[in-house]
């Protein structure tokens, strides 16, 4: 088996490969690329809300979901729409 020599140059171009893989990952897992779909804990971690709170919030048509075999759903761009809708802002003079 032939013996290949690694030189200084060699290990700073994979460096710099690796580092690129890395930024890659980063900029994705930062663009908030969440699931379609999330289950009801996921949600409550994400709005840090009750259990309580997110049943009310299903109950009075403020959320929509979707229930499949017993486990509520809840689509991540409908979580967003809502929050979107429900945005409160105050000018500066008010």
Do not use: W
Not at 15 to 28: A, G, Q
Not at 34 to 51: A, R
């Amino acid at each position: 088996m032939p013996t290949s020599i690694i030189t200084t140059d060699d290990l700073r171009e994979f460096k710099m490969e690796l580092l690129d893989d890395i930024k890659k990952l980063l900029t994705n897992q930062s663009k908030g690329k969440l699931k379609k779909y999330l289950k009801s804990s996921e949600v409550m971690d994400l709005l840090q809300v009750s259990p309580g709170t997110l049943q009310n919030l299903r109950i009075n048509g403020t959320l929509p979901y979707t229930k499949v075999g017993g486990i509520i759903y809840y689509d991540t761009e409908e979580i967003q729409k809502v929050m979107d809708t429900n945005r409160v802002q105050h000018g500066l003079n008010s």
